[in-house]
């Protein structure tokens, strides 16, 4: 007999987050930190920024922050907190009917002076329980509606202080309301002890054994019994604070008749007073507006309140705006009971990159003691820049380094006999292995000329690279900054990693120009500064080249305006607007001086100003340069390709 064949579905997974789901990717995470600061932010400000808007695969912290005020407000707008005063009013008027309607069968004096003093009670309803505790109830419906509102009452109380009491003491017997007062007297022992700074862990572990059953929560110690009840008493006393002055007397009054008995009120009061004085801490003097229309009973009502703590904390930690914040703050479990388990995976992710951006050694302290991108970090953001680059360039390879044989450079892997004149290092490893091979045939010479190979090398161009980029104002209001940024980048990675023997000069210039490293032009913040300083930045080009006068010369030069500014002999800049015939003549002298070195000069236009397009053009024919004039997007392709067909060159 054939076997049943067994069929498969697949489909997405539905139960909660998805174990298999990728992790976070630290490239594109670093990306987006490099991209803000390249912006002008901080490194610090970055990464809280991305810890904000979250990741492709996450959400951030601004994000899971809406969804906890949504919920604080829902829970605000669906209920209200008189639930327990709704209860005992429709109890009280049930049991005035039932009472009402048993006297008016009775045709006796008794029964009309009854009737006059149920017509005589207090309007408000915690004064009218108040006045027929001692009533002689006629009616048996009636007396059981009435002690209905005291063992609620009762239950309601116990239940903003204890989780889980309200059903458990259903149908509560004497007994059981004496062994509820029983706990009290001894937990306001406890605490009074406590208080006093006496050793009360033995009174606690014997309280415990007493009365642990009241205490789900298993504390294991007086501290934490403390913490436990201080947070639910807050709460209780923070629905009071948010009901009226009339509903929050009226439970008052009516709280003094739970059970039966003042005496609970009293020791619920009592211990409400010490947890106060033990944890002052705790949020006694807040309230929250409840507008909605489902009405809550006492319980009820402190565990919304809870939850609005508890979601109030949890938006200050999202926030992460308070000193010392970190991503380790968050609760967890909160977040997963109001939010869900999505909530609680997508913080923990957010963590876990918190921790392994740092961990990885992508920022380092600077000597002002502030937060700066490391080496590291500028390597792999230069990496991502060259990459998009090199995927813009397309099917436009980039030509590598010039090779040839020759007396000097770097070593390829091959080896070659010596001849006369060689001067490069021997292969020790091929020497010894050609001497054996020959005495193995024979000749007992231990080594001769003829068994020497020498590592073969090739000879490679260098070049000297002086990359001036504009950064006056123009540049940021125009969005130029970040473009010329990753311009820079993608440059220095291809040098560092291609051609290492290159030696690149980094020069910003807007009122001034000066030599920067990769971290301070990643990391600098565009300011309000006029002025074009091309002058002083082909003065700094100039005096690069000629520290390399065996090398290359390569200019590239990045800029969206004409020059304004030029650099006096006292070393001060001078601005005009439009350019002065003295601006003009320094810029153009600046750059006669450099074409003496015959470098390769490359211009790259932003924008579309014809004055600057005139400029341009004019000293490009004059020192034999080229001008282009890319898009924003392709600026990085074309500088690289510019430095690649100047190094063919």
């Known amino acids: 007999m054939a076997r049943p064949s067994r069929r498969y579905a697949y489909g997405p997974y539905v139960d909660g987050p998805d174990p298999l789901a990728p992790p976070v990717d630290i490239r594109a995470a670093l990306d987006e930190i490099g991209r803000d600061v390249m912006e002008g932010s901080s490194p610090r400000s970055a990464l809280q920024e991305l810890m904000r808007r979250g990741t492709r695969e996450r959400r951030g912290l601004d994000e899971l922050t809406r969804e906890v005020w949504q919920r604080r407000s829902r829970l605000q707008r669906e209920n209200r907190l008189d639930g327990t005063l709704q209860q005992v009013r429709e109890l009280l008027q049930r049991a005035l009917d039932a009472e009402r309607d048993a006297l008016g069968r009775q045709d006796t004096d008794d029964a009309r002076f009854r009737e006059m003093q149920l017509d005589a009670l207090p309007s408000d309803t915690g004064g009218a329980v108040r006045e027929l505790d001692s009533y002689d109830w006629q009616s048996g419906d009636a007396r059981e509606a009435y002690e209905e509102i005291r063992d609620l009452l009762g239950r309601e109380m116990l239940d903003q202080r204890f989780a889980g009491m309200k059903q458990a003491m259903e149908n509560a017997t004497p007994e059981d309301v004496e062994r509820i007062r029983e706990m009290l007297d001894d937990l306001n022992s406890l605490l009074s002890e406590h208080a006093q700074g006496r ?161 990885q050694g992508l920022f380092e302290r600077a000597p002002d003691g502030s937060l700066q991108l490391s080496p590291k970090a500028l390597r792999r953001l230069g990496e991502s820049a060259l990459r998009d680059i090199v995927d813009k360039i397309g099917a436009r390879r980039g030509e590598r380094e010039d090779r040839r044989s020759g007396p000097a450079g770097e070593a390829t892997g091959a080896t070659r006999p010596w001849a006369f004149g060689d001067t490069e290092a021997w292969s020790v490893p091929r020497t010894l292995l050609n001497a054996q091979l020959r005495r193995a045939g024979g000749d007992e010479r231990r080594l001769d000329v003829t068994d020497v190979e020498i590592v073969e090398t090739e000879q490679r161009s260098r070049a000297a690279v002086a990359l001036l980029v504009d950064t006056s104002w123009s540049m940021v209001q125009d969005g130029r900054w970040v473009p010329m940024k990753r311009t820079a980048l993608a440059l220095h990675q291809l040098i560092s990693t291609r051609f290492r023997g290159d030696d690149l000069k980094l020069v910003t210039f807007g009122r001034h120009a000066r030599s920067v490293e990769l971290g301070e032009l990643v990391g600098l913040e565009g300011v309000w500064e006029q002025g074009t300083n091309l002058h002083h930045a082909l003065l700094l080009a100039g005096e690069h080249l000629r520290r390399n006068p065996d090398a290359q010369p390569v200019v590239l030069v990045v800029t969206d305006g004409e020059p304004t500014a030029h650099l006096e002999a006292d070393g001060e800049a001078v601005f005009d607007w439009p350019p002065s015939p003295e601006t003009l003549r320094a810029t153009i002298g600046a750059l006669d001086k450099i074409t003496t070195l015959r470098p390769s000069i490359t211009f790259f236009m932003l924008g579309d100003d014809p004055r600057l397009a005139m400029f341009i053009d004019d000293v490009a024919r004059r020192c034999g340069g080229r001008v282009v004039a890319p898009t924003l997007d392709g600026l990085g392709a074309e500088v690289v390709s510019d430095y690649i067909r100047s190094r063919k060159r």
């Open 199 to 359: 050793d009360t862990q033995q009174q606690f572990e014997q309280f415990m054994q007493k009365h642990g059953e009241f205490f789900p929560e298993n504390p294991q110690n007086t501290d934490e019994l403390v913490d436990l009840l201080a947070q639910r008493a807050a709460a209780a006393q923070r629905m009071l604070n948010s009901m009226s002055a009339e509903q929050r007397a009226e439970l008052m009054e009516l709280a003094q008749q739970a059970f039966g008995d003042p005496r609970l009120a009293q020791a619920l009061a009592q211990l409400d007073a010490q947890l106060q004085g033990l944890r002052p801490g705790e949020d006694w003097e807040g309230q929250g507006r409840f507008r909605g229309d489902n009405p809550l009973g006492m319980g009820e009502a402190t565990r919304a309140m809870e939850q609005l703590g508890q979601l109030d904390a949890l938006a200050e930690q999202l926030s992460q705006s308070y000193p010392g914040a970190r991503m380790e703050d968050i609760d967890l479990d909160a977040l997963g009971e109001h939010l869900g388990d999505q909530a609680r995976v997508d913080a923990r992710a957010l963590a876990e990159l918190q921790r392994e951006l740092e961990r």
